[in-house]
């Protein structure tokens, strides 16, 4: 009896070691979630796009400078998040479900596109002050 309750709280000791590092999401450049916000003293939430099979929605995006946006691989197939420059940003592969954060930091209008797929399948960022 012992030994089954020992073996069963071992079972369960790995099932919840495996789900914590399981959900850990594949984010990078994450850091400022709060930054650009006003008072209140609480985290602002990213702001979310959808990658979905040939497009980003919404496709075109402003938020303003501090902005931290969020992608998100909806769709069986990997895919990148990368500015046509391929300096302001650039999240790499990203496999679904994985995620992708990138906190704007100067103003402008900053189209990107999936590298794998090529620029049929684009998005643009607007940043405002």
């Known amino acids: 009896m012992k030994k089954n309750f020992l073996f069963a709280v071992f079972f ?32 602002i939430a990213p702001t979310p796009v959808s990658i979905l099979p040939m497009s980003y929605s919404p496709s075109s995006l402003t938020v303003k400078v501090g902005t931290v946006v969020k992608w998100t691989n909806t769709d069986n197939t990997a895919h990148t998040v990368t500015s046509n420059d391929a300096v302001t940003f650039n999240s790499g592969t990203i496999n679904y479900p994985g995620t992708y954060s990138y906190t704007t930091v100067t103003t402008g209008t900053f189209p990107y596109h999936c590298t794998i797929h090529g620029v049929t399948m684009a998005g643009t960022l607007i940043v405002t002050p």
Request: glycine share 32%; net charge neutral; hydrophobic share 20%.
């Open 12 to 43: 369960i000791s790995l099932l919840v070691m495996s789900s914590l590092s399981c959900s850990k999401s594949s984010d990078s450049n994450t850091g400022g979630y709060g930054s650009g916000g006003g008072g209140g003293g609480g985290a």
